[in-house]
């Protein structure tokens, strides 16, 4: 009679356990990016932009107890009254700067760093990103997540006292990630020529998504639709204490 061989289960340490659970976890996690790219995918039709929003892991930006809602399609609070902005966001607005890749060299300004997930993205894009923040805890926070990662094309600078980075003016383009009451020119005179500016427009009644182009000494703009930031702070922006 055929007798089943029975094998004795090994009693797993904890070391194992600890690694298993590591590897559940980041299986976990890989699982829920491919799935928030493809939700991206419906409106962001950059297969580069989509790599790249693949490649950061944005559980990694997040605070640890929202880690689980990481990859939803959501805004999700970071401290300060300040936000990480929703994937999808992210991937249109990483779309709209039309940037050449990491081979092409160019740089790009970013206002607003907030937790560093939107400059990770960008990094996977450009030469160089310039990201700013007025928050100071963010900012180092941000610096350090984007360190860990492995990301070393990123400055993170403090805010001055104008708007953007007029000293490492010019950029190829500029994301904004604050609404603002209007275009701030200050922002368009640091665009290169051809240079693409990105950033939410109007107050916290409701605000327009739109893409500036800088062609030869003119400006041009179109609005990407209806969205809804934080405020932006500082000159040319709202006061230090907008109510929203």
Known sequence: MFRRPTFRRRKRKRSDRRNGA?????????????????????????????????????????PPDLRGFAYEDSALPIGHDQTISQPLIVGLM?????LAGPDGGERVLEL?????????????????????????????????????IGLHNVRCLAAGE?????????????????????????????L???????????DRLGQELLVVTKRGGRVRQRSLGGCRFVPLIGDEAFPEHAAW
């Open 22 to 62: 590591a590897g559940d976890a980041a299986r976990t996690h890989t699982e829920a990016r491919e799935e928030m790219v493809r939700f991206v995918s419906r409106e962001v039709r950059d297969s580069r932009v989509l790599d790249a929003m693949r490649t950061v892991p944005r559980h990694e930006f997040v």
């Open 94 to 98: 990483t779309e709209a700067a039309a």
């Open 112 to 148: 607003g760093a907030g937790s560093g997930y939107q400059a990770a993205v960008l990094a996977h894009l450009a030469g160089v990103v310039v990201t700013v923040e007025r928050i100071e805890e963010l900012r180092i926070a941000a610096a350090q997540r984007l360190a860990q």
């Open 162 to 190: 104008r708007l953007g980075a007029p000293d490492e003016a010019p950029f190829d383009a500029i994301l904004v990630t604050a609404a603002a009451p209007s275009i701030p020119p200050g922002l368009v005179a640091q």
């Open 192 to 202: 290169a020529e051809r240079g693409r500016l990105v950033i939410p427009v109007g």
